[in-house]
C-alpha cells in the first residue's frame, strides 16, 4: 500500500518534471521504475555507470552520439523544475476536484495506451464518473475536427455522436470549439441513464482550468457526466506541444478515429495520423470541395489514410463487432429490371409502354429470336413487367 | 479499295444485325472476318461444320452446353432484323450528316477500344470535327454523374471541365442531362481555336437523332466543334441495353473516368465499373454526406474503386504524365512552427507574447536546461520569432 502510494507519487511527480514523450526520461522510468527514475532526475542519487548504456539500448540509439549524454542533457532540462516538484499538492489538488492521479496498475488505466509503447503515459489525471469505469478500446471512437467548424460540419458531428452513443459507443474528442464541442455535447445530449459513459475530453492542459473558457459549461458537463482526462499535471498550460501528444492519447484510446471537418492543415490530421500509426482505422468526413474546412478531410481520403464515412452506421463498420444493434446502412432499392437477364432486359425495353406489338415486332426491335421473346415475355409477365391485350403485349408496372 | 469498301459496309451492317457486346457475333467476326460473318449471319452461306467449335473455342465455353446451338440461337436471333438490312443507306445517312463509318483499320479508330478485347465495337459512327482525329487516350477524361445533378455537381463539374481543358485535356461524356450537360458545355466553352478537340460525347442511340432533345442545341455544338460517336447506327432507338454498354465506350476511350454526382444506384456507376474492370484510374468528387446526389460518390471511395478528386489539377495526376502546365495543387502554407525541432517548438511556446521573460524562467516553463534555452532563442531569433528586449525576451512575430 505504501509501495502503490510511493509509485503514484513519483509518476505524478514525473509528470510535472518532465514534457509529454520525453523520451529519454520515458527510457529512465523503463529502466529504473518510476520510483528510482524519479530519485535520478531530481539528483538525490546518481545516474550509476550502466545507466547511459541502459538508456541508449532502450531509446536503440547508436554509440555514435555518444560524446552527447542523453541522461546529462535530460537532467539539464529537468533542473529548472525539481524545486517546485510538490506531487503530494497535485495529488491533493485532484482529491479536491473529485479526480485522481491513475497509474498503469490501477483497474481505471486503459489498456490500449500500452500500444504507445515506450510512449505510454506515466500517469493519467482524471475527472468524472470514474466509477463506471473507462469504455474499453472497442467501444471507443474519437471525433476531432475543425475548431471554425462549419454549420455543416456541426450537423454531421451532432448526428454521428448521437447515432454512435445510440449504438452503445463512447464518443472522445479533445474540448475544443467546433467539432470537439458538438461531438461531446451531442454525446451528453443522447445519453441514456443506463449507458455508462458517453464522452470523454482528453485536454491538453490541466484538469484545474477549463479551457478553452468558452467550453466552460461543456467541460463540467463531462466532468459530471462524463470524463475528462490529461497526461499533463494540474497547474498545466495548453501549448502547442502537449496539443500535439494530447492527440496521440485520443488516438490510442479510440478503436477509430473519425475526422468531421479539418482544413489542409489541421490538428485533427495530426490526430488521424498518430492513429493511423497504431493501426487504428481512420475515417473521414467528405463535404463540399469548396470548403476549406473539408480539404484536409478530402487530403486523407486522398492519400489512402482514410475511409469515407457518411454516417454512424458506416463508423461502427470501421469500429468492427462490437455494434449490437444489427443496423443496416443505406437499404438497396430494387428496380424493375433487378436481376433480369440480358435478352429479358433487352425485351423490356423493346416492349412499348401505350400501345401493344405483335411478337414479330417485338422480335425485330429487341434483336431477339421470336422463340426468345415468347419465353421472355412469360418471366417479364410474371413479374408483373408485361402484359398482354387487345393490341398486343405492352410494358406494365411493377405494383 | 474494293475491299476496304466491303468491310465497311459489313461491320455497318453487322451494327444493325446485332446489340452492343452480342458476344457470339463478335465471336463471329473474330473467326471469319466482318464480311463472311456477315454472310453466315444473314444465311447466305452456311456456318460450316467447325465454326460452332470456333466460337466456343473463342468464347472459351465449355462443350458442356453442347446440346445448345451458340450460333443457331444467334441465328434466330439476328433473323428478323435481316430483311431491313441496308448498309449503303447507313453510310448515305452519315455522309449526308457529314459523319462516317469508322472501322479499326482507320487511322481514327481509337486504339484504346481494343482493351475491350472481343467486346469492341465492329465499327464507330462519328460525326463533328473529325479532322483534329479523336484524342488519344492520355488526353481524354471522363466526367460523368447524375442527371438531376445539384447547383454544386453543376459547379464542381464546370469548373473541372474548364480546367481539364486548359491543361489540354478532351472533357468525354454521355450528352445526357445535368453533369454530363454541363460538362460539355463548360469543356466547349473552355475551347480555344488552338486546342484540338475539346468534348466529345458517347451516344447510346443513332446520331440521326439528338438525345435528349432538351440537349439538341448542345448536342449540334458538339457535333459542329468536337466530336459526337455511337456504335449502334443511325435510327437505333437509346434503349436500357444500350446506355450500359455506351457506358463501356466512354470508359474504354477515356484515360480517367470521374465521377462528380450519382446516387446509390446510377448509371454513372456503371461507367466507373467499367473503367476499373478496365483498369483505367476512376475519380470521385466528394460531397454533402446529406446529399442523395453523392451517396454513389461516397460509395465509390468507400469501397475504394475511386480515388478522392476535387479539382482539375487532382484529376490531371491521376491522369499521369500528360499535364504539361506544370501546375500545382493546394500550395502549403508555411506556419511559425514548421522545421522548428521539438525543444524550439517547447521554447516558443513558452515564450510570453507581452512582456519579456528571463532565461531562467524560461527554462522552467519550457522544461528545457539554460543552455538550450539560450540556443534556441538564437534559432528563434534569427527566424524572427523571438526578440529581446529591456524586459527578456519574448515572442516576435514573422514579417
Redo the contacts between chains.
Sequence with gaps: MAEALEERRARAALAR???PS?WVGLALVAALGPVDALRVATGSIGPGRELEGELRRVLDRQAGGAQQSLLG?AL??????VK?LAPERDLATMERLGGRVVIPSDDLWPPALADLELGEPVCLWMRGDLDQGVPALNRNVAIVGSRDSTN?GN??TGDMAAGLVHRGYCVISGGAYGIDAQAHRSALAAADEADGVTTMAVMACGLDRYYPAGNEDLLRSIAARGIILAEVPPGSAP???RFLQRNRLIAALAGVTVVVEAR??SGALNTAHHAAGLGRPVGA??????SAN??GT??L??DGSA?????AT?VAELAGPFDATGATG?Q??L?D?DGLG?ED??L???LPIRQGVSI?KL??VA??????VLAGLGRLESRCLARQDGSGWRRARRP
Aim: proline share 5%; aromatic share 8%; net charge negative.
Design positions: 518534471l518532465m514534457e520525453d542533457d539539464q532540462r529537468w533542473a529548472p523544475r517546485d455543416y450537423s454531421v501549448t502547442r506541444w489542409w492543415r468526413v467528405p463535404g463540399s470541395v469548396y473539408s480539404a478530402h487530403r481520403l486522398r475511409t469515407c464515412v457518411t454516417d458506416e443505406q438497396e432499392v428496380a429490371h440480358v432486359l433487352l423490356l425495353d423493346a414479330d422480335a425485330a434483336g431477339l429470336p421470336a422463340r426468345s
